[in-house]
């Protein structure tokens, strides 16, 4: 069995929210993002549905390979332009894949499960790369399971909280089958 990587999302009313991450192999990173008040954040949604629909290469699994997005969005920042994040390296087709997903209206009740593979289509489509074959009904029925409870959860926090999550760089859909089953 591999080793797994486990990501606290830790909301603190007033300030920004904070995720910290302990790698597969031991090590530490973490790092602040804007609050999404009540909304999940945005590195979680990406979390669940990375793992949900078995991307290794996604945002998560360059986080477990070493990258630091704090250091990464930095140096974004201060270069700009078409290849500002070129830090999380050259085949970028898995990561737009998981920002396509995550992009998606999971939260929207009037939207239809095929709609939401309708909108990642078209994430994909302005991103220039296909949607996965993974992408079914099914699955975006179970995302669609998983989210909204880890979102009630994020809302009952009074004051300082945290969600944590494990993920399994080696097989994604390990760690999404634990969030059915919680």
Known sequence: MSSLLRAAFVRVPGQ???IYVHRSNGTEVSWVFPTYGDELPHDLVHMVVEAAFGLKKGFWGRVDAGLDPARINDEANRK???SKYAGFGDDLEELLLAEGLAGAPWSDAEVSDAAILEVIASNCARAGIEAAAVLTTDRVREVRRVLPRLREQWR????KGT???VFDPQDPAR????LLRA
């Open 16 to 18: 920004r929210d904070r």
């Open 156 to 159: 009952a926090f009074a004051g």
């Open 80 to 82: 700009g332009g078409g």
């Open 175 to 178: 760690g999404f089958a634990e």
């Open 163 to 165: 969600i944590t999550i």
